[in-house]
Nanobody, 124 residues
């Protein structure tokens, strides 16, 4: 599976962005899809994840209530809609795919494939 993240950019605080992650391959619907981010000088952290069917989602407390993950298995694409953006949301955002149990969705080591990242910069 190859993943291509897009949609990052510069946005003012309070604004919104929708990130996309397009996947290659026929088995996209079999994968848990996760979003992670890494800010300058910090470790990569979990943002959220969605189950293979899209029926379950899970978010980090830092983005809960401001972000929504969705997927379109017909288009092999997962989305991260982020609203009410804050300067502390500035980071490179990565999408990832894994066949793990959804209960392990927040653990980066459980994912098998990673996209190249897309930069989100939130100005104050």
């Amino acid at each position: 599976v190859q993943l291509q993240a897009s949609g990052g950019g510069l946005v003012q605080a309070g604004g919104s962005l929708r990130l996309s992650c397009a996947a290659s391959g026929r088995t996209f619907s079999e994968y848990v899809m996760g979003w992670f981010r890494q800010a300058p000088g910090k470790e990569r952290e979990f943002v959220g994840a969605i189950s293979w069917s899209g029926g379950s989602t899970y978010y980090a407390d830092s983005v809960k209530g401001r972000s929504t993950i969705s997927r379109d298995n017909a288009k092999n694409t997962v989305y991260l809609q982020m609203n009410s953006l804050k300067p502390e949301d500035t980071a490179v955002y990565y999408c990832a795919a894994g066949r793990q149990n959804f209960g392990f969705a927040l653990f980066s080591y459980r994912y098998d494939y990673w996209g190249q990242g897309t930069l989100v910069t939130v100005s104050s």
